[in-house]
C-alpha cells in the first residue's frame, strides 16, 4: 500500500496512456488492480476516473470486469457526494450483472446501489436493494458477502427515517463476529464503528466505548484518514452521551436536594 500511494500518480498515468492507446485488455486490469489501492483514502476522483476507463474498456472487449467496475465507479460516486449518479451508474451494473447472471456481482451492485440510496438520504428505496443481495449471498453461502449486507442493513437501519432503535445492533452484531471469523480485520472494524453508535444511540454508552477501545489500533494500523476519521466522531458520541447522562443526573439529584 506504501507503494502504491507513492507511484499512485504514475500509475493512474500509465491507466491513461494505455486508454489513449487503444490497449484495451491493460486499461481493465489497471481498473481491476487500482481499486484497493485507491479506495482506503477515499481520493474519490481518482477512484471514479480509473474505474469508469476500466468500465469503458471492458465494455468494449465484451469483459464481466465492466459489471464490476461500473459498481465501484458508483461506489465513488457516492464518496464524492454524488448519490443519484451513484444510483444510475450502479442500475446498468445491477442490468449488466443480471444480464450475466453472475450471483457475485448481482449481490454487489445491488448493495452498492442501496448505499448510493442511503446516501441520497433515503432509506427506504435501500432496503430491498439490500435484502435481496442478502439472499443471493445466502444462496451462495459465501461468508464474506453476508457479512457485509448486514453491515449495510444495520448502517441502513441507524437511519433517522428508520427510527428503530433496536434493529441496527441486531444487524450488526452478526456481521462484527463474521468478520472476525474470518480473520477481515477491516471489515470487523468498519462493523465495530456502525455497531458503538447503535449502542449509543440505544443508550449503552459504556459498552459502545468498550468496543471502540478494542479496535482503534487497528484503525490506525490501516492508514486511512476518513476510517480514523470515522473513529473519532464515533467515539464522541458515547462521551456525549455520558456527559448528558452524567448533567441530567446532577440535576435530578439537585430536585431531589431541594
Not at 469508469?52 to 465513488?76: M, P, Y
Not at 463476529?177 to 464503528?193: E, K, N, P, Q, Y
Not at 454508552?205 to 468498550?210: D, G, H
Not at 484518514?225 to 466522531?233: M, Q
Amino acid at each position: 500500500m506504501g507503494w502504491a500511494d507513492t507511484e499512485r500518480a504514475n500509475l493512474l498515468a500509465a491507466q491513461q496512456v494505455a486508454a489513449d492507446q487503444g490497449w484495451t485488455e491493460l486499461v481493465y486490469q489497471f481498473g481491476e488492480i487500482l481499486w484497493n489501492p485507491l479506495r482506503p483514502n477515499y481520493t474519490a476522483g481518482e477512484l471514479v476516473r480509473s474505474q469508469f476507463l476500466g468500465a469503458n474498456a471492458a465494455a468494449d472487449a465484451g469483459h464481466i470486469l465492466e459489471v464490476v467496475c461500473r459498481t465501484r465507479q458508483g461506489f465513488g460516486e457516492t464518496n464524492l457526494g454524488h448519490p443519484e449518479a451513484a444510483v444510475a451508474i450502479c442500475t446498468i451494473a445491477v442490468e449488466r450483472a443480471d444480464e450475466v447472471g453472475d450471483p457475485w456481482l448481482q449481490s454487489g451492485a445491488l448493495s452498492t446501489r442501496a448505499r448510493a440510496h442511503l446516501k441520497a438520504d433515503d432509506p427506504h428505496a435501500a432496503l430491498p436493494d439490500l435484502q435481496q443481495s442478502l439472499n443471493i449471498a445466502e444462496e451462495m453461502n459465501d461468508a464474506r458477502s453476508i457479512a457485509l449486507r448486514h453491515r449495510r442493513l444495520g448502517e441502513t437501519a441507524l437511519h433517522p427515517k428508520i427510527a428503530d432503535a433496536q434493529l441496527p445492533a441486531h444487524h450488526l452484531r452478526l456481521p462484527a463476529s463474521m468478520f472476525a471469523g474470518i480473520g477481515d480485520d477491516i471489515g470487523h472494524t468498519r462493523t465495530v464503528l456502525h455497531l458503538a453508535r447503535a449502542l449509543t444511540l440505544s443508550g449503552h454508552a459504556a459498552e459502545a466505548l468498550s468496543e471502540l477501545a478494542a479496535i482503534e489500533q487497528a484503525v490506525r494500523d490501516y492508514g486511512s484518514v476518513g476510517y480514523l476519521a470515522d473513529l473519532r466522531t464515533v467515539l464522541g458520541c458515547p462521551f456525549r452521551f455520558s456527559l448528558a447522562a452524567g448533567l441530567a443526573a446532577d440535576l435530578l439529584s439537585a430536585v431531589l436536594s431541594g
